[in-house]
């Protein structure tokens, strides 16, 4: 079990990474457990902003760092010269994009998602967090629907060789075990 109140107080007192602020990357494969250890460390900081992955329109057949130009654009580099992010989060289900918010620069922003700490992540703090490929389809399925089980095996291959190519894992600061089902 991830310690979620001693992992905050830790991170809190990390030196900013982007501007004023501490970036916390979560990562690992789809099924892992990333969103629900991004939820409960959000909590233990004091509701820190989460920005995901499926915050921003990433086909199933596209790179795992599609989003990654997109985040820079509207969240990392304001927040970087100490201004606002503004982020209109996507709905994949509903191929629509909310309306705008506004994030001022937090102490600490989550960034999870496939690819949240690649090498060219401003992080502080990288979290890598997996769990076996069996447990981690059946997730994704019961999560996105059976229809979406040949696209996960094709968006699997794609991750899994975008991880070996950037050594994400090498970088992790924090290695979690995921099979469970609190990390």
Do not use: N, Q
């Not at 994704?140 to 894992?169: K, M, N, P, Q, S």
């Amino acid at each position: 079990m991830v310690d979620y109140r001693g992992l905050a107080a830790r991170l809190l007192m990390l030196p900013p990474s982007c501007g004023p602020v501490r970036v916390v990357a979560v990562d690992g494969p789809s099924g892992a457990g990333k969103s629900t250890l991004s939820d409960r460390l959000c909590e233990a900081l004091g509701g820190a902003p989460v920005v995901r992955s499926d915050d921003f329109r990433v086909p199933w057949d596209a790179d795992p760092l599609t989003w990654w130009d997109p985040l820079r654009a509207t969240v990392l580099d304001p927040l970087c010269a100490g201004r606002p992010a503004r982020l209109r989060r996507y709905d994949w289900r509903h191929d629509a994009y909310g309306a705008e918010e506004e994030i001022p620069p937090p102490p600490v922003l989550i960034v999870e998602g496939v690819g949240a700490a690649w090498r060219e992540c401003p992080a502080a703090f990288r979290i890598w967090i997996d769990a076996p490929r069996d447990v981690r389809r059946a997730r994704a399925l019961a999560r996105d629907g059976a229809e979406w089980a040949a696209a996960w095996d094709g968006w699997t291959a794609r991750e899994e060789r975008h991880f070996a190519d950037d050594l994400t894992r090498r970088r992790a600061d924090l290695t979690v075990d995921g099979t469970g089902g609190d990390p």
